[in-house]
T-cell receptor
Framework: ELKVEQNPLFLSMQEGKNYTIYCNYSTTSDRLYWYRQDPGKSLESLFVLLSNGAVKQEGRLMASLDTKARLSTLHITAAVHDLSATYFC?????????FGTGTRLQVFP | NAGVTQTPKFQVLKTGQSMTLQCAQD?????MYWYRQDPGMGLRLIYY???????DKGEVPNGYNVSRLNKREFSLRLESAAPSQTSVYFCASSEGLASMYEQYFGPGTRLTVT
């Protein structure tokens, strides 16, 4: 059974700082997603990572995938308050998406 | 295009009551899904429908039934609600089940069972 673990579960960081969220998964997969969820809202797709070594960047967020290590990272550069949200990784396995527990990010001045 | 729509947005039920959550998509997608989201946990798949006329169980199907009414609509029914079913429910759709097809999520239904 595929398990997806994220850490940390909660992250409080100061504006301007850098940090990384980690997503580990237990079996092979051919696609990994990162989503953002604002409080009381639905999920918004951020990145789709397809292959080993894939790296995607948008604004202050950069996602990478290491399929050999079964690890994806979401790196935040020079955080701003607007990035405050919950971030989920999700791994596609046998026709289904399996979600991580989420990382709640809070950026303060 | 409205994308994926869900009704109602909020609902409060008493234990033992029944209700149906409605979901519709206008993207001509073949596959549809129902998830629940609980605090401190990611989304968990309840049921999914690969295509019109088919449904399959996900991770947490107990206490729920689904109907794929047509290609556009996929409903989730709670026959006898229990407090453990208090959750936020999300419907999603995609062109197909294969990993190449991204899922698009509705706005969610917040359900409280007292």
């Amino acid at each position: 059974e595929l398990k997806v673990e994220q850490n940390p579960l909660f992250l409080s960081m100061q504006e301007g700082k850098n940090y990384t969220i980690y997503c580990n998964y237990s079996t092979t997969s051919d696609r990994l997603y990162w989503y953002r969820q604002d409080p009381g809202k639905s999920l918004e797709s951020l990145f789709v990572l397809l292959s080993n070594g894939a790296v995607k960047q948008e604004g202050r967020l950069m996602a990478s995938l290491d399929t050999k290590a079964r690890l994806s990272t979401l790196h935040i550069t020079a955080a701003v308050h607007d990035l405050s949200a919950t971030y989920f990784c999700a791994v596609h396995n046998t026709d289904k998406l399996i979600f991580g527990t989420g990382t709640r990010l809070q950026v303060f001045p | 295009n409205a994308g994926v729509t869900q009704t109602p947005k909020f609902q409060v039920l008493k234990t033992g009551q029944s209700m149906t959550l409605q979901c519709a998509q206008d993207m001509n997608h073949n596959s549809m899904y129902w998830y629940r989201q609980d605090p401190g946990m990611g989304l968990r798949l309840i049921y999914y429908s690969a295509s019109e006329g088919t449904t399959d169980k996900g991770e947490v199907p107990n206490g729920y039934n689904v109907s794929r009414l047509n290609k556009r609509e996929f409903s989730l029914r709670l026959e006898s609600a229990a407090p453990s079913q208090t959750s936020v429910y999300f419907c999603a759709s995609s062109e197909g089940l294969a990993s190449m097809y991204e899922q698009y999520f509705g706005p969610g239904t917040r359900l409280t069972v007292t």
